[in-house]
Nanobody
Framework: VQLQASGGGSVQAGGSLRLSCTAS????????IGWFRQAPGKEREGVSC????????YYEDSVWGRFTISRDNADNTVYLRMNNLKPEDTAVYYC???????????????????WGQGTQVTVSS
């Protein structure tokens, strides 16, 4: 599976961005697609995931109610809509694909096999 992440940028606090993760090489239906982020000097952390075949989604507490993960079946793309962005959301965002389920406690980098290249999100106050 090859992943292409895009959609990052610079916005002011309260603004919105939509990240895209387009996959090639396999259909994403039976995989879990996760979004992760890594801020300078910090470990990579799981933000959200979706697994269409199990009908599950998950959001990390700090983004719950602000971020929405969705999938476009037609173009094999997963989106992360980010609203009401905060300066603490500033990070490089990565999408990844794994065979694990999508639940709290399972959005961990070692569980994901394929990674996109990352897209920078910068939120200014």
């Amino acid at each position: 599976v090859q992943l292409q992440a895009s959609g990052g940028g610079s916005v002011q606090a309260g603004g919105s961005l939509r990240l895209s993760c387009t996959a090639s090489g396999d259909n994403l239906y039976y995989y879990t697609i996760g979004w992760f982020r890594q801020a300078p000097g910090k470990e990579r952390e799981g933000v959200s995931c979706i697994k269409i075949s199990e009908g599950t989604t998950y959001y990390e507490d700090s983004v719950w109610g602000r971020f929405t993960i969705s999938r476009d079946n037609a173009d094999n793309t997963v989106y992360l809509r980010m609203n009401n962005l905060k300066p603490e959301d500033t990070a490089v965002y990565y999408c990844a694909v794994g065979s694990n389920s999508c639940y709290r406690g399972l959005v961990l980098p070692p569980l994901y096999n394929w990674w996109g290249q990352g897209t920078q999100v910068t939120v200014s106050s």
